[in-house]
């Protein structure tokens, strides 16, 4: 049973360019959160997707923007980055109905803007 | 909203017990987390307390207070491979969105 996929695992990127990260959850589930993990600190809550709309967002700008796919895969798309989103980002799946949705990472990307 | 505080850094021995602590504030509460992750790393999964009191799973226990808003992870027996980050997170919002602390790096010396 596979656990959640990410590609790629890294990536360089410089001002301004746009990215796509890219998630498969764990077999079962249907729910994708994503997070940024900058150096040091806790991983801070981008959005969630669930029945391929977005559901919740954090603080973060619109050049942050996702997908989810009817697969339950998702994608993250950031726009004009900027080198402050230099950092770790994880997706994390769960199931809907559990009954405490306990969320399972994946290895994250790390991407890194020059 | 949501507040969570983490000792930044601890240092401990091989072989002995260390406890790190979590307090948070939330509006609403619905149970607490604790992560552990390597280095360059995905958080993994080890506990999830929801009412009060001590839960132990082999080498690592967790403990809640709601009234106080309070919980700790106790690790005994310490050895090299539990140096790490140890994160306290709680669910936030409807989605159960999970709020992180900054995380306690854990430093396992000999």
């Known amino acids: 049973d596979a656990g959640v996929t990410q590609s790629p695992t890294h990536l360089i990127k410089t001002r301004g360019q746009q990215v796509t990260l890219r998630c498969s959850p764990k077999s079962g589930h249907d729910t994708v959160s994503w997070y940024q993990q900058a150096l040091g600190q806790g991983p801070q809550f981008i959005f969630q997707?669930?029945?391929?709309?977005?559901?919740q967002r954090g603080n973060f700008p619109d050049r942050f923007s996702g997908h989810q796919f009817p697969n339950y895969s998702s994608e993250l798309n950031v726009n004009a980055l900027l080198l402050g989103d230099s950092a770790l980002y994880l997706c994390?799946?769960?199931?809907?109905?559990?009954?405490?949705?306990?969320?399972?990472f994946g290895p994250g990307t790390r991407l890194t803007v020059l | 909203g949501q507040n969570i505080d983490q000792p930044t850094e601890m240092t401990a021995t091989e072989g002995a017990i260390v406890q790190i602590n979590c307090t948070y504030q939330?509006?609403?509460?619905?149970?607490l987390f604790w992560y552990q992750q390597h280095a360059g790393e995905a958080p993994t999964f080890l506990s999830y307390n929801v009412l009060d009191g001590l839960e132990e799973k082999g080498r690592f226990s967790s403990f809640l207070s709601r009234s106080k808003g309070y919980s700790y992870l106790l690790l005994k027996e310490l050895q090299m491979k539990d140096s790490a980050s140890y994160l306290c997170?709680?669910?936030?919002?409807?989605?159960?969105?999970?709020?992180f602390g900054t995380g306690t790096l854990l430093a396992v010396q000999p």
């Open positions: 997170a709680v669910p936030g919002g409807a989605t159960n969105k999970l709020i």
């Open positions: 939330t509006s609403g509460f619905n149970g």
């Open positions: 994390a799946s769960s199931f809907q109905g559990a009954g405490y949705n306990e969320q399972f």
């Open positions: 997707y669930y029945e391929e709309e977005e559901r």
